[in-house]
């Protein structure tokens, strides 16, 4: 049976985190529905699936349509439709809440429910795919990606990460340069984001150029962390230069399996652990046994919302899945997620194709451990391999009075009634 229908209406969430690419597949779906003559809505839903059962949404096809607007829109970072946290219930253990989504899906003429996002937000489409089965119905529920953690499985990397790695490194490289300029032993520990997957804090290793080897260290959550051997080695290395840099992710753990920086809270609705200070606690580490000079430097949420240094590369490719995505739907595909796979070969190329959401829904891809230096707390070459071309090119921003010209998001600052 032949689903696309271009009489029906499309809707649009995005959900989880935000990074400077999201928008780009977002314009990627819009244009390609656009182009492709589609005569019904296209409903963008504020704060993804929450934003649909609490009918907030709104009407996309006239206003992002026009050049412009699309053209702001792919450049700038975060999520213009606003996100959530929100753990869909499995079906089994509340229908009422699929038959209430289902029945907003009728009433609103809906043709396919696109849902940006990350493991987790693959989860909620592969649920609404598993149910639409179930029930008979003909709305396709279509996966597109995104995460700047690159954890997602069933894709190469994931659209975020290129940018947020590239802005990682030259972060990285620009600290390098501040803390070269004294003479006096000091030690300088640099956190990244990476709950249990360290893609974003293994991207500081391309930091490194010419005759300078810093940073010295990187630390994974993929390996243990030993606190022991991790004084010890800075010891070594204040020997060969009185400049150290460490780069840790937020998620690095000891040899029971514990996060060296849990914050021992309940966590979210998806049951993530609350990370804060690992930078910190290895600060205080260093100065207790070393005695020497000591910062540490958290990145926080500025690596995933600089939309000044994103990487042409990752908003071309993420909005070329958007693209692709719109695709899938006209193909009559459902319970699919929009995705690429490098091509082997010594220049870098990918192609697109369909995965099963369901699989990329709530896995966790880790670097290789044969990416990793284990004893040295560094990477190889294969890791640097693999980064690099994800970061390549700039993408040009209009500044308005000194300052980058993003897309209009008052929509997502509702007045407060006082």
């Known amino acids: 049976m032949d689903k696309f229908n271009l009489n029906k209406n499309i809707m649009i969430g995005q959900s989880g985190g935000p990074t400077v690419a999201i928008n780009a597949s977002l314009a990627g779906i819009i244009n390609a529905a656009a182009l492709s003559g589609l005569k019904g809505k296209i409903y963008g839903l504020i704060n993804g699936i929450s934003g649909l059962m609490e009918d907030r949404f709104i009407d996309l096809s006239g206003f992002m349509t026009a050049r412009n607007n699309l053209n702001k829109l792919t450049t700038s970072p975060a999520m213009f439709l606003g996100s959530c946290r929100y753990k869909l219930p499995k079906a089994e253990d509340n229908e009422e809440v699929y038959k209430t989504l289902f029945k907003k899906f009728d009433d609103m003429n809906i043709g396919a429910f696109f849902y940006i996002g990350g493991n987790d937000s693959m ?94 260290f990187i630390y994974l959550p993929e390996t243990v962390f030993d606190k ?23 998620g690095i753990k000891d040899h029971e399996g514990n996060y060296i920086a849990a914050t021992g809270g309940k966590g979210d609705g998806f049951g993530h652990v609350q990370l804060a200070g690992a930078g910190k606690v290895l600060e205080n580490l260093v100065k207790e046994r070393l005695g020497i000079k000591c910062r540490a430097v958290e990145i926080n949420i500025s690596q995933r919302c600089a939309g000044h240094l994103c990487s042409k590369m990752d908003i071309d490719e993420a909005y070329d899945l958007g693209i692709f995505a719109y695709s899938l739907y006209r193909s009559g595909m459902t319970g699919v997620l929009s995705s690429m796979r490098r091509i082997p070969g010594d220049e870098y190329h990918t192609e697109y194709y369909a995965a099963d959401v369901s699989k990329a829904a709530n896995g966790e891809k880790k670097i290789p451990l044969e990416w990793i230096d284990i004893e040295n707390a560094d990477v190889k070459q294969e890791m640097i391999d693999y980064i690099k ?6 993408v040009p921003v209009n500044y308005v009075d000194g300052l980058p010209d993003y897309i209009d998001i008052s929509h997502l600052i509702p007045a407060v009634n006082k």
């Open 389 to 394: 071309p994800l970061i390549q090119g700039e």
């Open 228 to 250: 022991d051997k991790f004084i010890k080695d800075i010891e070594e290395e204040l020997t060969k230069h009185n400049n150290v840099v460490v780069c840790v992710s937020e």
């Open 123 to 216: 989860d909620t489409a592969a649920k609404l795919s598993a149910y639409a089965e179930k029930i008979g119905s003909d709305v396709c529920f279509i996966g597109v990606p995104k995460t700047v953690d690159n954890d997602l499985c069933e894709i190469d990397h994931t659209p975020g990460f290129g940018s947020a790695a590239k802005y990682i490194a030259t972060t990285v490289k620009e600290i390098v340069y501040d803390t070269s300029i004294y003479r006096q032993d000091k030690v300088t520990i640099i956190e990244v984001m990476g709950r249990n997957a360290g893609w974003l804090t293994a991207a500081a290793a391309l930091a490194r150029t010419g005759d300078v080897p810093i940073p010295q």
